[in-house]
């Protein structure tokens, strides 16, 4: 079964110092994709990271990371010098191809929320 | 500014009253979607389109209809809401397989 599974309910972390937020997956097809979402108090889901199944080097946006091991099917987010406005929902989603065919359904891990300390 | 407009960002009703949540992109996206949010099982996809005319259904439909007349809109109906349907909505858009843009969300109370 196509599954993201979000182990951390919650984490904390103080500001300027690095954390890691896991994301596992579950899929039997070789084409997908990886993306972390940031949701604020706010409520809006901002697009933070992008990884394909086929991509060679983890990505890398700004102070984003993604840690992909494909053969361990994790694809942990990485975040460096915290900052107390990341303060946020964070989640994983995966993209995949349904069986009937069309394109570019998500599949969303349960959430990480994360506290950033000052 | 591309983005994906929802409408309306909150709404309490009663139980059976025919709701529409309006959902617009001006991205000439061709997919769309719509995703409940609950606690603890983050975003379920409800309802997708991959163009105009085309929509089918996603992991929980039931009690939803939606329709796709037209490139931009994407409404999402409850004919007869009921309380478990009291959550929150987002739209979402996309242009192939690049990242989903995502409304601001739509927070449904059905009392």
């Known amino acids: 079964a196509q599954k993201i599974t979000q182990t951390q309910p919650g984490m904390f972390v103080q500001e300027k110092e690095a954390v890691t937020l896991d994301c596992t997956y579950d899929t039997s097809d070789p084409s997908y994709g990886l993306f972390w979402y940031k949701q604020p108090s706010s409520g809006e889901m901002i697009f933070l990271i992008y990884q394909g199944s086929y991509d060679q080097q983890n990505a890398t946006e700004g102070r984003y990371s993604l840690n992909f091991q494909k053969a361990r099917k994790s694809a942990n987010l990485v975040i460096s010098a915290s900052q107390l406005g990341d303060s946020a929902m964070y989640f994983c989603?995966?993209?995949?191809?349904?069986?009937?065919?069309?394109?570019?359904?998500?599949?969303f891990g349960a959430g990480t929320r994360l506290a950033v300390h000052p | 500014e591309a983005q994906v407009t929802q409408n309306p960002r909150y709404l309490i009703t009663v139980t059976g009253k025919k709701l529409t949540v309006t959902c617009s992109q001006n991205?000439?996206?061709?997919?769309m979607s719509w995703y409940r949010q609950d606690p603890g099982l983050g975003l379920r996809q409800i309802y997708y389109?991959?163009?105009?005319?085309?929509?089918d259904k996603g992991d929980v439909p039931e009690g939803y209809k939606v329709s796709r007349k037209e490139k931009r809109n994407f409404p999402l109906i409850l004919e007869s809401p009921s309380p478990n349907q009291t959550s929150l909505y987002f739209c979402?858009?996309?242009?192939?397989?690049?990242?989903?843009?995502f409304g601001d969300g739509t927070r449904l109370s059905i009392l």
């Open positions: 989603a995966m993209r995949v191809l349904p069986v009937a065919g069309g394109y570019n359904k998500l599949i």
């Open positions: 991205m000439n996206h061709e997919y």
């Open positions: 389109s991959m163009n105009v005319e085309v929509t």
């Open positions: 979402a858009s996309s242009l192939g397989g690049q990242p989903q843009h």
